[in-house]
């Protein structure tokens, strides 16, 4: 097999401005989005705050969990339905929403810078598949670059976020196709039909439903979408990233299954963390695990 083992990383943005990650501790972290400051809840963040509790408090607004379902946000100041954000050419609209997050995940602007570099350095029309592309900015990073992008999402409103982020970025007349469908069932369909991409993103959640109520669960139906992508990649496939939230999984998991996909194909598989750096102090925070694969550069 013609497979280098893979390389362990933390993975951090180094580019932005409109956000920081300003503190963290017991629980939470206190982050700018923007010109607001947000305090979100993190079961992980076992460690002590490092600044003073009087920042804290100055915060706009602060999401508080409930025992089950959706919780709320509690505003210390009146805040607009959305804002404007920016990362590089990219703009894109950030809201708090009842799920704790706000549209944007900074950590992912790693995938974004490395996906425009391997498009751009193809010198060749490339084809994406965003599958859970939720509010797309990734599906905008890749079309800034020149691919054509199909973005697929279970929710309809969050599509329409996502095309507003479009607009606003001023890439709407790109080549983007807006799919409201089941992630698994939309890859096997595009097998049948011949479809081929390539660059694959995936981004699932732990547990989620279809728009006709197919159910999706981490561990049983990644793989099986894993398996599915295998008919859909070119023949000189340029990408493929994943990245997981709150799972139990190791980043070696989501390593070993491109392995069994890729490792027949040559290129570079490297996998670990998303993490974010502290203005202050020296604690990153990990967001996420990933592993992505790239054909090797000729």
Known sequence: MNFKTPEIHAL?????VDYELLDSGDGAKLERFGKYTLVRPDKGI???????AEIWKQADAEFVPADAGEGRWT?????????????????????????RHTGVFPEQAAHWNWMIEK???????????NLFAYTGIATLAAAS?????THVDASKPTIAWARENAEIAGL??????WMLDDALKFVKREGRRGKRYDGIIIDPPVFGRGPKG???????????????????????????????????????????????????????ISAGELVLHP???????????????????A
């Open 145 to 149: 670059a020149g691919a054509s992008v």
């Open 119 to 129: 498009i751009k350095s193809a010198r060749r029309p490339i084809s994406v598949l």
């Open 214 to 268: 197919e159910v999706w669960r981490f561990a049983k139906s990644f793989p099986a979408l894993i398996d599915a992508c295998q008919a859909i990649l070119s023949e000189q496939p340029l990408f493929v990233i994943t990245t997981a939230y709150e799972v139990a999984e190791s980043a070696l998991l989501l390593s070993n299954l491109l392995s069994d996909w890729l490792g027949s194909s040559g290129g570079n």
């Open 172 to 177: 709407a007349d790109r080549p983007i196709r």
């Open 46 to 52: 076992l460690w002590h705050r490092s600044l003073a």
């Open 75 to 99: 505003l210390k100041r009146e805040l607009p339905e959305r804002w404007r954000m920016r990362y590089g050419n990219l703009s894109f609209w950030a809201r708090l929403t009842p799920f």
């Open 279 to 297: 203005k202050t102090g020296n604690r990153p925070l990990s967001t996420s695990v990933y592993a992505r694969w790239a054909r090797e550069e």
């Open 12 to 16: 951090s943005p180094r580019h932005w």
